[in-house]
């Protein structure tokens, strides 16, 4: 009897003996949900953010459904960016590899690489194939990749699959294949220009939606930190060296506000790596590369990296602003307090920023209020607390209106008055004192 926490799903003998080789202890949320469903041939939708353990979700029953006798394209899986493709098809390999040798031929496919070279390496039909939209669908044009064999169809993060522009490829690539296709579709939010794709492929998909309050792992802190009318650049910098982290990413919503950021740290002697859109694929690919071996404490990025890049042992999480789709805190936040590590998010606050932290609060996220002092952490009272403010007694507000300033001045007027107050406030002090 193994005591193996994946067996009760029924996979396959070597998929289960690489799962132990993994540090999984046991089947995530999402995992447990997703994975009988798959096995038993339903389409379905998954709604869940990053960290959730998505990725295995699809990746072992679709493993254990592939027929290794047959040589044809049986499964493909399409994400918006070469980085994540990648990093799906490291862990697709990872899983089949037994003794240097692939129970299951799997090909990458994503831009910014030969695509002669990988039409003249499709005389050999991968089994299950991984990568972008626009690649994909050059090589099945060409005629080199043959897609209508295929049963299962993976759509990872759908949504920003939206946002870039490639859903509409997707849908040309959904439309080659079998019309009794299984199709997993995921993304972290539906959005309404999603649901044509939706209903054209899919007659009733069973739908898992993993809450934002139970994908937000405990083992992370969130914290605030306040401006104050500070310069943000210097708290920043300031923070980051106190925290003086493993490793840390800090979100910006813009390109221009991650190159000024970045500029800005880098002048105050600080290493720093950038990820944006406008970075060219083969400086992407070698900011990766430069990351992965740990060249950078700090990378300044905008939310593709959240969604399109897995990055390791980041151990920090910095909002320099805050997002206007509040759903990707929870995915920037996921890029720490991975595995069985522990992680910090901490959001540079200010007044402004209010509504969202109240509404981010409605999601089930709880903050601490911290602040910098000489060089340290310290955690400060609560951002909502207010002091009680002591009032005047009524009664010397009333002494003020006793005495009313006459229409006609005459002279001595104003020691006269003064006199008269006093004279008044001293009754009133008796009467005071008798009460």
Known sequence: MTNNPFAKFQLKSYVLKQIERKPFQRPTEIQERVIPKVLAGKSLIGQSQTGTGKTHAFLLPILSKIDESVEEVQAVITVPTRELARQIYHMARELVEIDGKPKVTIRLFVGGTDKKRYIDGLKKQPQIVIGTPGRIFDLVKEEALFIHTANHFVVDEADLMLDLGFIDTVDQIAARMPKDLQMLVF???????????????????????????TTTPKKIRHCLLPLRHRNKIDLLFQLLKTYNPYLAIVFANTKKTVDELADALANKGMKVGVIHGDLTPRERKKMMNEMNDLKYQYIVATDLAARGIDIDGVSHVVHYELPSDLQFYIHRSGRTGRGSYEGVS?????????????????????FDTIDLNNGEIVRIHDRNRREKRKRKPIEEKTNVKAIKRPKKVKPGYKKKWKEEMEKLNRKHKRKNRLK
């Not at 999603?194 to 492929?201: G, N, R, S």
């Not at 920023?353 to 996220?365: H, P, R, V, Y």
């Open 187 to 213: 993304s972290a939010t539906i959005p309404k220009q999603m649901e044509p794709f939706l209903k054209k492929y899919m007659e009733q998909p069973e739908f898992v939606q993993v809450d934002p309050a």
């Open 346 to 366: 901490t959001v540079l606050f200010d007044l402004k920023d209010e509504q969202k932290i109240s509404k981010l609060e409605k999601m089930g996220i709880t």
